[in-house]
């Protein structure tokens, strides 16, 4: 069993920036691929950003340019850097590891960007 936790959400102003934690721990996920998600009330949950176990990356239309996913595969964790914070980037962010066929996820962590 993996066990996720995300952190580093908050309320910031537009043009903003926050770098979220995923923390893995119950085995190590470096050859897990992670993935984040963004839920809205009352919209299905997307992907924003995912990073293999190999370091590729990929992202959502919306956020390319402006959000980086990375990993640390001795601390165990995935981050994505988000910058050029945007009001439609609000949600509830979730981290997903998952590998042959089983997933994972965490609690999920609130980001609001307003003024």
């Known amino acids: 069993q993996v066990q996720l936790v995300e952190s580093g959400g908050d309320l910031v102003q537009p043009g903003g920036s926050l770098k979220l934690s995923c923390a893995a721990s119950?085995?190590?996920?470096?050859?897990?691929?992670v993935d984040w998600y963004r839920e809205v009330p009352g919209k299905q949950r997307e992907l924003v950003a995912g990073?293999?176990?190999?370091?590729?990356?990929k992202y959502a239309d919306s956020v390319k340019g402006r959000f980086t996913i990375s990993r640390d595969n001795v601390k165990n964790m995935v981050y994505p850097q988000m910058t050029s914070l945007k009001p439609e980037d609000t949600g509830v962010y979730y981290c997903?590891?998952?590998?042959?066929?089983?997933?994972?996820w965490g609690r999920g962590t609130q980001v609001t960007v307003s003024s």
């Open positions: 990073i293999t176990w190999r370091g590729e990356t």
């Open positions: 997903n590891a998952r590998k042959e066929g089983a997933a994972y």
């Open positions: 119950g085995r190590v996920i470096s050859t897990y691929d």
